[in-house]
C-alpha cells in the first residue's frame, strides 16, 4: 500500500456564516504533483493555509506522512513544516534583506547554518533557477516580477523540502515569463524528488505541471482527474472553467 | 436611553476584549524573550534605530520644553517673589515627568507607528506566513529584538532628554532671565534627589515597553491591505500615548503613594 504524502479528509472551514471549505477530501502521493484548480475566492488558499496550519480548520483531517497535524504542539508542527517549502503568489519577499539572504533565510536562521554556507546554497539554488549571482545584493524592490518569482522559487527550494506547495505560481507574469516558471517548478520538482500541490486558475500551468488535477468549487472537491484527461472530464462546472465561458453552471456572484 | 446604555456597554466590553488580546500577546511575547533561539545581530539594529535614530526628535522636544518652562516658570513665579526656584522647577520637571512623557509620546510617534507601519505591511503581503515555512518562529524574529530593544533605549534616552532639557533651562535662564550660571548650576543640584532620575527612568522603561508592545501588537494584527495598515499605524500610536499617560499616573502613584 503506498502511503499518501498529504491526506486531506472532510476538511471543512467557515468564516462567520460563509463556508469556505466544505468537507475536502484529498491525497496527493509521495512525488505526485497535485494542482488544485479554481475561481478567484473559492478556498483554494485557504486549503494550503490549513496544510501549513496557518489557519486551523473547524472539522476534518490532515495528515502529512500518515501522522495527523491538526492540534499539533508548536514544536511538533514545526517538526512537520520542516518537511514543506512554499512559493507565494506575491513571491513575499523579505523587504529588508537582500536576495541571497531571502534564499538562504531557511537554511540560516531556521537550520542555523552559518552566513558563508548559506550564500554558497543561495548563489547555487539562484544558478539552478536561472538567476545571475550579480542580483545577489539587491534589494527585493529592485526586482521585476518574474525575477521575484523566481527568488521566490529559490527560496522554497533551498531547504530542499519533501513537499513543495505553490500558490498561483504564474499570477501576474507575462505569457512567456509564466512558461518559464513552469519549466522550472518542473525542472525543480524532479531534480528534488519533491511531491508539490499546487493552486492556480490558470490552465496552461495546470496543464505543464500536474500529474492530476482537482476542481474546487463551492468548498468541495467536485472532480479529479488526472491533468491529460482534463479536457474529457465529462463534468460540466470542469468544462466551463477550462475553457473560460461565462455562461454555464458556475454561477459568479 | 437602553440603547444609549447598550452602546456603552458595547464599548466597554470592546475596550476589555481588546485589552485582553494584548495582555495575552504581551504574555506570549515575553515568553519567548527568555527561550532560544535568540536574534542578537536584530536586536542591536533595533537598538540603533530605537536609541540613535530617535534622538534629533526626542532631544529637540526636550531643548524647547527645557527652555519653555524656564520662561513660563520664571513669569508665574515673579508673581510670588519665587523666581529662585526656577532652576528646581525645570530640573524635578524635567526628570520625573516632561523627559519621560514628551519622550516617551515622541518615540510612541516614531517609533511605534514604524513598528505598526512594517508588521503590518509584512502581514498582509504574507512576510509572516513565509516565516512558517522557514522554520522560523515570527515571534522571536520579529517582536522579541523591537520588545526588548524598545524597553532597554528609552532609558538611555531618557537620560540624554534630561540633560539636553536642563540645558535648555538654563541657557534661557542666563541669557534671558539674567541668572548667574553658578548659582542656576547650584540650584538645579541642590534639591535634585536620586529617586527624581530613578523614576523618570522607570518610567521610561515602562513606556518603552508599552510602546514596542502596541506597535507589535497592532501591526502583527493587521488586515486588508493598505487601509488595515493605515489603521494599524494609528491604534499603534494612540493606544501607545493612552496607556503612557495612564501608566504615568499610576507609577508616579506608586513611588509617592503615602
Redesign the interface.
Known amino acids: 500500500m503506498i502511503l499518501s504524502k498529504i491526506e486531506l479528509s472532510g476538511l471543512r472551514k467557515t468564516f462567520g456564516a460563509k463556508t469556505v471549505l466544505n468537507g475536502i477530501d484529498l491525497q496527493v502521493k509521495s512525488g505526485e504533483s497535485v494542482v488544485v484548480i479554481g475561481g478567484s475566492g473559492s478556498g483554494k488558499s485557504v486549503m494550503l493555509?490549513c496544510l501549513?496550519?496557518?489557519l486551523s480548520p473547524d472539522n476534518g483531517s490532515i495528515k502529512v506522512d500518515g501522522e495527523e497535524v491538526i492540534g499539533l504542539s508548536?514544536r511538533k508542527r514545526?517538526r512537520i513544516?520542516?518537511k514543506?517549502?512554499?512559493l507565494?503568489?506575491?513571491a513575499?519577499?523579505?523587504?529588508s534583506l537582500p536576495v541571497w539572504e531571502n534564499i538562504a533565510?531557511?537554511l540560516i536562521?531556521?537550520?542555523?547554518m552559518n552566513y558563508d554556507q548559506g550564500r554558497a546554497v543561495a548563489l547555487e539554488r539562484m544558478a539552478q533557477v536561472g538567476l545571475s549571482a550579480d542580483i545577489a545584493e539587491l534589494p527585493p524592490a529592485e526586482l521585476s516580477g518574474g525575477m521575484r518569482k523566481r527568488v521566490g522559487l529559490a527560496?522554497?527550494i533551498a531547504?530542499a523540502p519533501e513537499i513543495i506547495?505553490f500558490d498561483e505560481p504564474t499570477t501576474g507574469l507575462d505569457p512567456i515569463m509564466a512558461d518559464i516558471i513552469n519549466n522550472l517548478i518542473v525542472k525543480c520538482v524532479k531534480e528534488l524528488g519533491a511531491t508539490t500541490l499546487s493552486i492556480t486558475h490558470d490552465m496552461t500551468s495546470a496543464r505543464k505541471i500536474a500529474d492530476r488535477i482537482a476542481m474546487l468549487y463551492n468548498g468541495k472537491l467536485i472532480w479529479t482527474g488526472p491533468a491529460t484527461s482534463i479536457n474529457c472530464s465529462g463534468n460540466p462546472y470542469v468544462d466551463q472553467f477550462v475553457h473560460g465561458c461565462a455562461d454555464g453552471p458556475i454561477a459568479i456572484r | 436611553m437602553l440603547d444609549f446604555l447598550s452602546l456603552i456597554g458595547h464599548a466597554f466590553l470592546n475596550l476589555l476584549r481588546r485589552l485582553g488580546f494584548l495582555t495575552i500577546f504581551i504574555l506570549w511575547s515575553l515568553s519567548h524573550c527568555v527561550r532560544p533561539p535568540f536574534y542578537p545581530r536584530l536586536l542591536i539594529h533595533q537598538m540603533i534605530n530605537i536609541g540613535y535614530y530617535s534622538l534629533p526628535v526626542v532631544g529637540l522636544t526636550a531643548l524647547f520644553s527645557g527652555m519653555v518652562l524656564a520662561l513660563q516658570s520664571h513669569t508665574g513665579f515673579a508673581r510670588f517673589s519665587a523666581e529662585e526656584a526656577v532652576a528646581t522647577v525645570v530640573v524635578i520637571s524635567i526628570t520625573r515627568e516632561l523627559g519621560p512623557v514628551l519622550a516617551g509620546l515622541m518615540v510612541a510617534g516614531r517609533i511605534g507607528a514604524s513598528m505598526a507601519a512594517e508588521l503590518g505591511t509584512m502581514r498582509v503581503t504574507e512576510q509572516i506566513d513565509v516565516f512558517v515555512t522557514l522554520s522560523t518562529n515570527p515571534a522571536k524574529y520579529l517582536l522579541v529584538p523591537r520588545i526588548l530593544a524598545g524597553t532597554l533605549m528609552m532609558p538611555f534616552l531618557v537620560v540624554i532628554s534630561d540633560i539636553i532639557g536642563v540645558l535648555g533651562g538654563y541657557l534661557v535662564g542666563i541669557h534671558e532671565l539674567d541668572f548667574n550660571s553658578a548659582t542656576y548650576i547650584n540650584r538645579t543640584w541642590e534639591f535634585l534627589e536620586p529617586l527624581d532620575v530613578v523614576l523618570g527612568l522607570v518610567k521610561a522603561a515602562v513606556f518603552g515597553f508599552i510602546i514596542a508592545s502596541t506597535g507589535c501588537y497592532h501591526g502583527y494584527h493587521s488586515r486588508g491591505g493598505a487601509q488595515g495598515v493605515g489603521a494599524a499605524t494609528t491604534h499603534a500610536v494612540v493606544s501607545a500615548s493612552i496607556l503612557i499617560l495612564t501608566s504615568n499616573y499610576i507609577i508616579t502613584k506608586l513611588f509617592f503613594a503615602g
Open positions: 493555509k501549513l496550519g496557518l508548536p514545526d513544516n520542516r514543506f517549502g512554499m507565494f503568489q506575491s513575499a519577499l523579505f523587504d533565510f531557511g536562521q531556521g537550520q542555523r527560496r522554497a531547504t506547495l
